[in-house]
């Protein structure tokens, strides 16, 4: 475990992070066990060597953490969190920032709580549900300083699902991969009616990864409609 800790102490260093100290190594080290012990009975993920449960899931998560509006964030939301990225380790990295990771799979869920639950994570809560559900009740519309959200939807479909939750002024960070730019050109629709601008595309390089992983980084101008999100399934069904 120990030479995948260092990996990862110093692909956070190479992406501009502070050195991470012996407690937060310790709960990525934990986090690891707890997904591949519980990865033997549910499907949660397909990657399953540890250098790249560093790579794929721990390091590009945390490719956002020197953006100055993510350090300046308190409240960060995380859509179809999954088994818990890039939700958890932000939150690892940043223990006084106040995380909220929503799923609609249950089961999902349930392993992200027991995550919390055994690494004694506090100011984090998880909620199951559709994010075109929690994203019209008021305690979470319009909330977040910023919401992140990874391999969950195309783009127009995820706008929807997200930008509800952005407080004005806020960013929506989506992380995605080199189809980026025509996933742009078809949420043309979505860009307009949801009130953001896109603020910049960063196309990154995760330390020790080939692949080129691009992050999608919109600022909310104004207030969404009350008709946004649409009922549930819809946004998927028929897109703006
Ligand atoms: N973000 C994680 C990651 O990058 O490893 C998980 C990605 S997984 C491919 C997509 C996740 O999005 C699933 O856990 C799924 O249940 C969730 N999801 C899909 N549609 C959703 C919706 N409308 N509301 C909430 N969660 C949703």
Redesign the pocket.
Known sequence: MEEYMNMLRDGVEKIGGSTLTHGQLNMFGEYIDILLYYNRFMNL?RITDMDEIVIE?FLD?LSIINFPTVKGAQYIM?????????GIPLKIYYPNKSLTL????KK?IEFVDKVIEKLKIKDISTVH????D?GRQKEHRERYDIVV?????PLPVLLE?AIPFVRIGGQFIA?KGPNIYKEIEEAKNAIDILGVKIDDVKEIKVPYSDKTHILLILNKITKTDKTYPRS?GK??KSPL
């Open positions: 993920t899931h998560s995380d859509i179809g969190t999954g088994a818990g990225f890039p929503i799923d609609s799979q999902k549900g559709r994010a075109e929690i959200s990874r391999a969950v939807a699902y992380y549930a946004p998927k």
